[in-house]
């Protein structure tokens, strides 16, 4: 598997994606009971091994703790430290783009923790700091990476906390009609 250095809005779709299955986005449910079905989702190769669905867990909460204290310094050397799984870097074959390979040999998890790293750093390098950012959601404990062109996502995972949000705006004003 090859990581383009330059697909960092992929690459922080899945760090966001992954701190948004812990127990305390679910009111103590865990949303990632199980690696292969997460890996399969976004096409990274597992192999299954004893204890790397603890070492994803552990990743997650890595990753959290980085999204929530969005200091430059701090997420640059967090970042670079998921990234020291890193095996070479080379060119894409199709496009030539940047790329960095996972050292041979890898865990599922390894993998996980250098995509997240190069997701980190390619927003920080190019969208910057800000962009790390808690769910605008009031009861909502997730937390996302805002890729998005503008920067003015708000919501961790925007078709259901924005959606309630909505439900809840369009509740309150009706209550202030019929009142
Ligand atoms: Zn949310």
Redesign the pocket.
């Known amino acids: 598997m090859q990581v383009a250095l330059d697909d960092y809005v992929w690459a922080a779709g899945i760090a966001t994606d992954l701190v ?1 299955t812990a127990p305390e ?1 679910w009111h103590g449910e865990e949303h990632l009971p199980d690696l292969a079905a997460f890996a399969g989702l976004h096409s990274i190769p597992t192999s299954a091994r004893p204890g790397e669905l603890r070492a994803v867990h552990r990743l997650r909460v890595t990753v959290r703790e980085l999204i929530d204290h969005a200091d430059r310094a701090h997420l640059i050397a967090g970042a670079s430290a998921l990234t020291s799984t890193s095996g070479h870097i080379t060119l894409l074959a199709d496009s030539a783009r940047w790329a960095v390979s996972p050292r041979p040999g890898a865990t599922a998890p390894e993998v996980l923790s250098l995509i997240c790293g190069v997701g980190i750093l390619g927003v920080v390098q190019t969208l910057g700091t800000e962009r790390f950012r808690a ?3 009031p009861a ?3 937390a ?1 990476i805002d890729t998005t062109r503008p920067g003015r996502r708000r ?3 925007p078709g ?2 924005g959606n309630r949000v909505n439900v809840a705006n369009h509740r309150s004003r009706l209550k202030r009609r019929d009142a």
Request: hydrophobic share 35%; with cysteine.
């Open positions: 948004n986005v769910c605008g959601a909502c404990r997730g996302f919501y961790c995972m259901l906390c």
